[in-house]
C-alpha cells in the first residue's frame, strides 16, 4: 500500500506504506546469491525501486548527498526498538559511505526522524522521502509497533526506502519485495543495489534513462563481469522497449 502525499516542482515529498496485508502475502524461497547471469534481473530490480514512485511513476534518481542526523522520538514502544532502527540506519549508511549522527528529536539539524505510527485509523510502517533536485533533504520513517508483522522486516524496509529507494521490487528477492514476506534482514541484492545507489558513477537528480545503463553497468562489474562485458550487457537499457514502457510515461504523468 502506498501513497504519494504530493509533489512539486523541484521539491517532492514521496510517502511510502507498508500496510498489514503486505504482511500475509506467501513468502518465496530463493537463493541468496548474485552471479553474472543475474544482472539484467537484478538491473531491473534496481529501476523498479529506485526510478520510480509509487510503484508506478518514473523518477529522477535521489539519494542522500550529506550527513544524516538521527532522531528517535519518544513513544509507544519506541524505546525498545530505538537501537534496532539506529543500528538499521546506521548499517545502509555504512554501506552508502554516509555518515550518521545522533541528535535529539529537537535539535534543528534533525533530518531523518523515526517516530511510532499515528494510529489513528491506520495500521502501517511507512516512511516519508523529501528530496529537491536529486538530494535527499529529510526523511521520516513511522513503526508501527502493534503489527502482526516483523518489527525488524518493518524497519529495514521503511529505511531503505529512506535511503532513496521510493518504489519497490516485488519481483526480486529483496527487502522491498511485498512478496518475500519473510525476508526481515537486507538480502545480496539489496546490498548491491544501495552500493549502486550511491556509486560515485551515478548522480543526484539522474533521469531514468540515463541511470538505469550506469546503474546497470555498477551492478555487472559486482556481480563479477569485467566492464567491458557489463557495458556491452547494459547498451540496451534505456532504449529497450521494457523501458520506453516504464519510463515513457514521464510527460502523460507530470
Ligand atoms: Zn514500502
Given at each position: 500500500?502506498?501513497?504519494?502525499?504530493?509533489?512539486?516542482?523541484?521539491?517532492?515529498?514521496v510517502?511510502l506504506?507498508?500496510?498489514?496485508?503486505?504482511?500475509?502475502?506467501?513468502?518465496?524461497?530463493?537463493?541468496?546469491?548474485?552471479?553474472?547471469?543475474?544482472?539484467?534481473?537484478?538491473?531491473?530490480?534496481f529501476?523498479?525501486a529506485a526510478l520510480r514512485v509509487?510503484?508506478?511513476?518514473?523518477a529522477d534518481l535521489v539519494r542522500w548527498s550529506?550527513?544524516?542526523?538521527?532522531?528517535?522520538?519518544?513513544?509507544?514502544?519506541?524505546?525498545?526498538?530505538?537501537?534496532?532502527?539506529?543500528?538499521?540506519?546506521?548499517?545502509m549508511?555504512?554501506?552508502a559511505?554516509v555518515?550518521?549522527?545522533?541528535?535529539?528529536?529537537?535539535?534543528?539539524?534533525?533530518?531523518?526522524?523515526?517516530?511510532?505510527?499515528?494510529?489513528?485509523?491506520?495500521?502501517?510502517?511507512?516512511a516519508?522521502v523529501y528530496s529537491?533536485?536529486g538530494r535527499i533533504?529529510?526523511a521520516?520513517?513511522?513503526?508501527?509497533?502493534?503489527?502482526?508483522?516483523?518489527?525488524?522486516?518493518?524497519?529495514?524496509?521503511?529505511v531503505m526506502h529512506a535511503f532513496g529507494f521510493r518504489s519497490?521490487?516485488?519481483?526480486?528477492?529483496?527487502?522491498l519485495?511485498?512478496?518475500?514476506?519473510?525476508?526481515?534482514?537486507?538480502?545480496?541484492?539489496?546490498?548491491?543495489m544501495l552500493?549502486t545507489l550511491y556509486?560515485?558513477?551515478l548522480?543526484p537528480g539522474m533521469?531514468?534513462?540515463?541511470a538505469?545503463?550506469?546503474?546497470?553497468?555498477?551492478?555487472?562489474?559486482?556481480?563479477?563481469?569485467?566492464?567491458?562485458?557489463?557495458?556491452?550487457?547494459?547498451?540496451?537499457?534505456?532504449?529497450?522497449?521494457?523501458?520506453?514502457?516504464?519510463?515513457?510515461?514521464?510527460?502523460?504523468?507530470?
Open positions: 500500500m502506498i501513497d504519494v502525499e504530493s509533489m512539486r516542482r523541484g521539491a517532492a515529498r510517502v506504506t507498508l500496510g498489514l496485508a503486505c504482511g500475509v502475502i506467501a513468502a518465496g524461497h530463493a537463493s541468496d546469491t548474485l552471479s553474472p547471469a543475474a544482472l539484467q534481473d537484478a538491473a531491473s530490480a529501476d523498479e509509487n510503484d508506478s511513476q518514473p550529506g550527513p544524516i542526523f538521527l532522531a528517535v522520538a519518544d513513544g509507544d514502544g519506541m524505546q525498545a526498538i530505538a537501537a534496532e532502527v539506529e543500528a538499521s540506519v546506521r548499517s549508511a555504512a554501506i559511505r555518515s550518521v549522527h545522533r541528535v535529539s528529536v529537537n535539535d534543528s539539524r534533525r533530518n531523518f526522524l523515526v517516530r511510532p505510527a499515528d494510529t489513528g485509523g491506520r495500521v502501517a510502517c511507512r516519508s529537491q533536485y533533504a529529510g521520516e520513517v513511522e513503526v508501527y509497533v502493534g503489527g502482526r508483522g516483523s518489527l525488524t522486516r518493518c524497519i529495514n524496509h521503511e519497490h521490487a516485488h519481483g526480486a528477492l529483496s527487502i519485495s511485498y512478496k518475500q514476506a519473510r525476508q526481515t534482514q537486507l538480502s545480496a541484492l539489496d546490498r548491491v552500493e556509486d560515485p558513477r548522480q533521469r531514468p534513462a540515463e538505469t545503463t550506469a546503474a546497470c553497468t555498477v551492478i555487472g562489474e559486482k556481480l563479477g563481469l569485467t566492464a567491458r562485458d557489463a557495458t556491452i550487457q547494459c547498451g540496451g537499457r534505456g532504449t529497450s522497449g521494457r523501458q520506453v514502457a516504464l519510463f515513457g510515461r514521464r510527460d502523460r504523468d507530470q
